[in-house]
């Protein structure tokens, strides 16, 4: 557990020293139904606390939560049970008062037995009921750590009291297979589930020694034969993994004596390994063949791979009636601000003549080549404001990816605003982001992408470029911030709009979607440092095939998607909008979620729509996440609280991820993003507290912060936050980093007194922890419209703390036509706005 104080540290060491090194078993004899199925919790207190240690027959390791009421355990049993006793194995931080309960969907949920007064150890508890979900709520913890058990056990029958049927053929025959070693060429792993029993796999002669096969999907796992050679295992163990990472035992043997057994199973899982711990022999281990068998729990693995479903627009050069596709989508979207079409449009590589692909709403056009110039446009992807009288300060949503461009005037125009990424594209021509007629205009970003010609922005507010290569850079209005661009402007912020660095610190390119022959995969990138320039056609990363991925379709339910995650596949979301009755929990390292044609997950009731666990490397990327009416305290979570694990050598990424509270309906959350791991990456993202649309007030769409960051080390590249009621940013971990910021104020704050604060008027746009010590960050723009009180003067746009290791640069406020003013740019420097020219105040370094 966490110990908050020396005092308390010490009091726990001495309890401990009392408990026993291995914790005694709990119960009855026989394999619980709940063993090696997949667990879910609340909350998770660390890695190494996860829910699959609840259910994996080890009672070393335990599940834990945070240090709060109200959590949960559930096991998924993987088929309707009768269930007759559930065992509780607590650990030290136990439950005093808590409910066992039983649903057969996950969602609506059954008491079993309802427990006050526990004394910890080990509750037995007999209880009668029907469900393929069971799980323990905790009302009131005993102590003032969070609940903590070493296992969850859960007795019954399945199927009215049948037995599954396990199948016969042998799942494993032919699949790779690796090993923990070798005795030598000859004796190698795939020996082992050849089918021929005239060839082995053998093992140096040293414990411990594994041997492991891929079964290529998650699979219910019933019985496993081993067939030893003369020198055989005399303590094993037989272990299932969703990723082969982590494990989970399904059956330990000691003292056995070789030749052929076979033992007879209970779980699911991808890979399968014999673990063997203690030789029979003074040789190493050695099996002529390993047979994995498989069949009926009542409910068949998720499976990886499929359609991608309605909305995916997959199309060929020689595809019929092409440009009608793309005008019958944009007639559709163009104006649908707040609409529930999502699209996505899929060019195969190849050329295209003559096509204009117009992008509205919800749209997005990628090219499915491994690099851009695969896909070759001769002609043009547009994007302009004729829907909006030439503004476009409300074209949202939407991106172009992986695509090669000639425009057919020799300048494409993408004129957009916040959340419409333009990623990995090749302009073979210029740029321009302003619409036609020259309107305002309030984007934008753009990051690995090479443009021939000029970019012009014009009448663009602000803008934001990384990793690119540009051939030349016109102008800009207010805010235009660049890092790791060749071609590039001088900063010259004193005078102009220019903030630039010469290389981005860290990145990683956003994973896609891409054709290798006929088989869809997922590209994902590896992590650059010191960037400057694109990153293909080199293109370091690694190729994850479909099947890896559970392609996510309209209408599949959060306990679907958990399910498919704690098997160890990946997400693909195609375009649709998701409702989520409970919040989806990526826990395992690596993992990708990756949404197409801007796919929406609303939580429904109050939930939190999505938790990452404080693993490596997860990746998500390409997707909305829209407030439900009911208040979510988190929208999105990456990291357990009190999360400090180094993640610096594969940190987590969250890229195109973007929040909406209001604006489509009511909305409320607390917070839109909270950061709690270290070293994560965000790259791109707008958070927004709606200003028009519908449900839209002071308390109607209420959401108090935009992005919190307790991790350390975090890096944003590209940070749009916009109108929240309290902090649009607050950062109190340390060493963070932030490259370009834009802002605007909440527009309807009703008086200055609503915003008021520790004898301070209005909450800063960007604000830094009083306990910080170090953080970094240029290009920061924050803007006033207070439209329902002109008279509010903002104390300052940014709020830090004065000392050497807080280091600001290039930072301005503006008051949008005198719609209220900034007293100062940062803390109490920098000069005050004034009247209605919109005319920006700036600091160039502070302190």
């Known amino acids: 557990m966490r110990l908050r104080s020396l005092g308390v540290a010490l009091a726990a060491a001495a309890a401990l020293i009392a408990l026993p090194t291995t914790h005694p078993p709990a119960a009855a004899a026989e394999t619980p139904l709940s063993q090696g199925k997949s667990a879910t919790a609340s909350t998770e207190e660390n890695a190494g606390t996860a829910a699959a240690k609840g259910v994996d027959g080890d009672t070393g390791t335990r599940w834990s939560s945070a240090a709060t009421d109200d959590q949960w355990f559930q096991v998924d049993l993987g088929a309707t049970a009768s269930v007759t006793q559930v065992v509780i194995d607590w650990e030290t931080a136990y439950g005093k008062d808590y409910k066992v309960q039983i649903s057969k969907d996950g969602s609506a949920w059954t008491d ?97 020694q594994w041997l492991q096969v891929d079964l290529g999907a998650a699979k219910d796992l019933c019985k496993v034969d081993l067939t030893w050679e003369a020198a055989y295992g005399k303590d094993f163990q037989i272990q299932a993994s969703a990723d082969g990472q982590s494990w989970n035992t399904l059956k330990s043997v000691t003292g056995a004596t070789g030749g052929t057994a076979s033992y007879d199973v209970s779980g699911s899982g991808r890979y399968v390994r014999i673990l063997g711990t203690a ?108 829907w909006f009288n030439g503004n476009a300060t409300q074209n949202f949503w939407r991106s172009a990816e992986n695509l090669a461009i000639r425009p057919s005037n020799g300048d494409d125009r993408w004129a957009v605003a916040q959340a419409a990424p333009f990623r990995r594209i090749h302009v073979q021509g210029g740029l321009n982001l302003a619409p036609n007629g020259y309107g305002w205009a309030s984007g934008g970003y753009i990051a690995d992408s090479k443009i021939d010609g000029t970019v012009g922005p014009y009448s663009q507010q602000q803008w934001y470029t990384r990793d690119s290569s540009v051939g030349g850079w016109t102008n800009g209005v207010w805010n235009m911030t660049f890092s790791g661009v060749q071609g590039a402007p001088a900063t010259n912020f004193d005078s102009g709009p220019y903030t630039t660095l010469d290389t981005t610190p860290v990145s990683r390119e956003k994973p896609f979607l891409y054709l290798d022959g006929s088989t869809y995969k997922v590209f994902v990138p590896a992590k650059r440092t010191n960037t400057r320039g694109v990153s293909w056609p080199a293109n370091a990363g690694t190729s994850l095939p479909l099947d890896q991925f559970y392609v996510v379709k309209p209408g599949a339910t959060a306990t679907t998607i958990n399910a498919a995650l704690a098997q160890g596949l990946n997400l693909l979301f195609t375009p649709g909008v998701y409702h989520l009755d409970r919040t989806i929990d990526v826990t395992r390292a690596n993992t990708v979620v990756l949404g197409l044609g801007l796919a929406t997950l609303i939580p429904d009731n109050g939930v939190d729509a999505v938790h990452v666990a404080d693993v490596d490397g997860v990746k998500l990327a390409g997707f909305l996440i829209d407030a439900g009416p009911v208040n979510s305290d988190t929208l999105l979570r990456i990291g357990d609280p009190g999360s400090g694990a180094d993640h610096s050598a594969n940190p987590t990424s969250m890229q195109d991820v973007f929040v909406r509270i209001g604006g489509a309906g009511p909305g409320l959350a607390t917070n839109s993003v909270v950061v709690n791991s270290n070293n994560v990456i965000i790259d791109h993202t707008w958070l927004w507290r709606a200003d028009h649309g519908s449900g839209v007030g002071w308390n109607t769409n209420r959401a108090d912060y ?7 080390d975090v890096l944003v590249t590209g940070l749009f936050v916009e109108h929240f009621n309290k902090y649009d940013v607050y950062w109190s971990g340390e060493r963070g980093r932030t490259i370009f910021f834009q802002n605007e104020k909440a527009y309807d704050a009703p008086n200055a007194a609503a915003i008021t604060h520790d004898g301070i008027v209005g909450y800063a746009a960007y604000k830094v922890a009083d306990t910080v010590g170090a953080h970094e960050a240029w290009g920061l723009g924050s803007y006033c419209n207070y439209t329902s009180d002109p008279s509010i003067v903002q104390a300052h746009g940014f709020q830090v703390p004065t000392t050497a290791g807080i280091r600001m640069h290039d930072l301005l406020v503006i008051s949008l036509g005198g719609k209220g003013q900034y007293a100062h740019v940062v803390n109490n420097t920098g000069a005050a706005t004034s009247g209605t020219d919109t005319v920006p105040s700036k600091v160039t370094s502070f302190p």
């Not at 150890?121 to 903590?148: F, I, K, N, P």
């Not at 099996?287 to 409910?299: K, N």
């Not at 992005?707 to 350390?712: E, F, K, P, S």
């Open 112 to 208: 079993l037995k309802s427990v006050t007064g526990s004394d910890g150890g080990v509750d037995t508890l007999d209880v009668s009921g029907q469900g393929r979900y069971v799980r323990m709520l905790g009302v009131h913890r005993a102590t003032q750590w969070g609940y903590s058990l070493w296992e969850f056990q859960v007795y019954g029958t399945t199927g009215g009291g049948t037995q599954p049927t396990c199948g016969t053929a042998n799942a494993a025959q032919g699949r790779p297979a690796t090993a923990s070693s070798t005795e030598n060429a000859g004796t190698p792993a795939s020996a082992a589930f050849d089918g021929n029993t005239g060839t082995r796999w053998s093992s140096q002669a040293s414990d411990p």
């Open 279 to 386: 030789r029979g022999t003074g040789y190493g281990y050695s099996l002529w063949e390993v047979a994995v068998h498989t069949g009926g729990t009542g409910t068949p693995p998720i499976e990886g791979g499929g359609d991608l479903g309605p909305n995916v627009i997959v199309v060929d050069p020689s595809t019929p009636n092409l440009q009608q596709k793309f005008d019958d989508v944009f007639k559709q979207q163009e104006s649908s601000q707040f609409g529930t079409g999502r699209y996505q449009f899929l060019l195969k590589p190849g050329t295209y003549n003559g096509i204009n692909a117009q992008i509205g709403f919800y749209t997005s056009i990628s090219g499915l080549g491994l690099n851009p110039d695969d896909t070759q446009i001769n002609g043009d992807v547009t994007v302009d404001a004729g």
């Open 706 to 712: 935009g992005l919190r960051v307790n991790g350390n």
